[in-house]
């Protein structure tokens, strides 16, 4: 079985200063990995996907996120915050079982910008 | 321009009184899938499809229809809706049903039952 544990609820940052958003995922076949952004009373957008590729995979708006298997981790990370990054992230897993693409999510990361 | 549409966006209601979210895609994707999102639990599918007339359950179907006759447009039915359906709705689509295959959101119906 998939499963994702982001494993902060909320993450607190000052302007200008790194961003780290930690997730660790579980998964019996070579997974897929996302991570979406949810702006306020905003869809859902993609920041970046894992497809087995490059383990380092880059994102927009400076995002990028490094596949771990050995950790079992796809932590997101950016080397300076704005303030237009203040949203709630989702780090998901999407594995081959049956062949369709069902997406689990973790519980979302909710990212505050200071100035 | 490409996008996955969703209606209402709010929508307040009373126990009891069906229901139906629309969803419309634009991009002749296949497969089709619904979404619920509830605080503390990220999001949870409720129902998807792999292409026209072919539907299947997802984690949380339980209270929810669905149906796909035309291949752009998935909604979702409450037909007896309960205080507990009260959520933020997301509608996505992807080109195949392939894990490697992006989603794409719509902009979310936020229901709630009186």
């Known amino acids: 079985a998939q499963s994702v544990t982001q494993l902060d609820s909320h993450v607190s940052v000052s302007e200008g200063t790194p961003v780290l958003l930690r997730c660790n995922y579980s998964s019996s076949y070579s997974p897929s990995l996302f991570w979406y952004v949810q702006h306020p009373n905003k869809g859902l957008q993609l920041l970046l996907k894992?497809?087995?590729?490059?383990?380092l995979v880059k994102g927009i708006n400076g995002f990028e996120a490094e596949f771990k298997k050995s950790e079992t981790s796809f932590h997101l990370t950016k080397p300076s915050a704005h303030m237009s990054d203040a949203a709630e992230y989702f780090c998901v897993v999407s594995a081959e079982t049956g062949g369709y693409n069902k997406l689990i999510f973790g519980a979302g990361t909710r990212l505050a910008v200071h100035p | 321009e490409a996008q996955v549409t969703q209606n209402p966006r709010y929508l307040i209601t009373v126990t009891g009184k069906k229901l139906t979210v629309t969803c419309s895609q634009n991009m002749n994707h296949e497969y089709m899938s619904w979404y619920r999102q509830d605080p503390g639990l990220g999001l949870r599918q409720i129902y998807y499809?792999?292409?026209?007339?072919?539907?299947d359950k997802g984690d949380v179907p339980e209270g929810y229809k669905v149906s796909r006759k035309e291949k752009r447009n998935f909604p979702l039915i409450l037909e007896s809706p309960s205080p507990n359906q009260t959520s933020l709705y997301f509608c996505?689509?992807?080109?195949?049903?392939?894990?490697?295959?992006?989603?794409?959101f719509g902009p979310g119906t936020r229901l709630t039952v009186l």
């Open positions: 996505a689509s992807s080109l195949r049903a392939g894990v490697r295959n992006e989603q794409f």
């Open positions: 499809s792999m292409n026209v007339e072919v539907t």
């Open positions: 894992y497809t087995s590729a490059a383990t």
